[in-house]
């Protein structure tokens, strides 16, 4: 008998459906987050789990690599993408899992990329440094915001990082101003460590990639861009067109319009905001360094907003990468921007 399982994740428990062929119901049953527990009632099932749907939550790393590793093969749900009927007047856990059971069945089922472990834990340590820098920039208007306010001075990003406790006695500040400088200056020189220790772990494996070197070719991206885009866009031949690439980095407008009349917008979160930052940032270094990708950033800025400006850019540089990454060719600046 062939059975389809469905898994409603939570951060401390999980519900367990599993249906047959004909969508009946041959276990449901609420777990505490128990690899070993899920994985003896699924096999106790009397019959072959085809697939197991899981949910893509916050916290599902552990369990489908644990289901994975136990040999069933596993499919993660697209939970934005998933639609239920809305005049249902009762709904919970188990028919939420039942409902996936019933789409993993059918075949319809909006799945999610599973990225594998080692791979996936690269990313996660990027997306750590990133953090970090963001932290670390939090620091530097923190101090810069001070000096503003108190002294008038605005002192360059580069100087602060150098600050040290006999710099910041010398100033002419209170002494709890003083004292809340030294604050985020010994932060600032915590977090400076941690970034280059983690960017010379990172690099030292992301180097190793095949799409590495191929993105480095491409205007405006260096090794952290590059490692960040091949990253986060793993398996690139997931994206069967450079159109859904493009949207996944959000790069495509999420307007909606009919017969000349906007309707609203569509879901502009839906993608990865990863891509999306790498590209903006890739876009900005290539607007500075590369005249002819300038004169088309300037002929787009004389007819709009900045923004909307440099967001064309970073749609072109998003395109392009997809090229460079999916047919292993060098970048090509004149096609990308004639």
Request: charged residues 25%; hydrophobic residues 45%.
């Amino acid at each position: 008998m062939e059975l389809y399982a469905a898994i409603d994740l939570h951060s401390n428990n999980s519900v367990v459906v599993v249906t047959d062929a004909s969508d009946h119901v041959v276990m449901a049953k609420r777990f505490r987050n128990d690899l070993e527990a899920i994985v003896t009632a699924l096999r106790s099932c009397a019959g072959e789990v085809r697939a197991v749907a899981v949910e893509s939550t916050y916290n599902w790393y552990w369990l489908v690599d644990g289901l994975q590793s136990a040999g069933f093969d596993v499919r993660l749900v697209n939970t934005a993408a998933v639609k239920q009927y809305d005049g249902l007047k009762h709904g919970d856990d188990f028919s939420d899992a039942k409902h996936l059971a019933q789409l993993l069945r059918l075949g319809i089922l909006p799945q999610g990329y599973i990225c594998p472990p080692e791979l996936r834990a690269l990313r996660d340590l990027m997306r750590k440094r990133a953090q970090l820098v963001r932290q670390r920039t939090a620091n530097i208007l923190s101090i810069h915001n001070l000096l503003a306010r108190n002294l008038a001075t605005s002192v360059r990003g580069d100087d602060i990082k150098r600050l040290g406790d006999a710099e910041i006695d010398g100033l002419g500040l209170l002494e709890d101003q003083k004292r809340a400088i030294k604050a985020n200056a010994a932060v600032l020189r915590c977090l400076e460590e941690q970034i280059r220790l983690l960017e010379r772990a990172i690099l030292a494996k992301g180097r190793l990639r095949e799409e590495f070197q191929g993105l480095k070719t491409v205007s405006g991206i260096g090794d952290v861009l590059a490692l960040t885009i091949a990253l986060e866009t793993g398996d690139i031949h997931r994206f069967a067109s450079v159109g859904k690439f493009a949207s996944y980095a959000r790069m495509v407008n999420s307007r909606r319009e009919s017969n000349g009349k906007s309707k609203g917008i569509g879901n502009r979160k839906c993608g990865n905001k990863h891509l999306s930052w790498a590209f903006i940032e890739a876009a900005h270094h290539a607007v500075r360094y590369d005249p002819s990708i300038r004169r088309f950033y300037q002929r787009k800025r004389a007819k709009t907003l900045a923004v909307v400006a440099i967001k064309a850019v970073a749609h072109k540089l998003a395109r392009a990468c997809y090229h460079v990454m999916r047919n292993g060719v060098p970048y090509d600046g004149a096609r990308a921007f004639a």
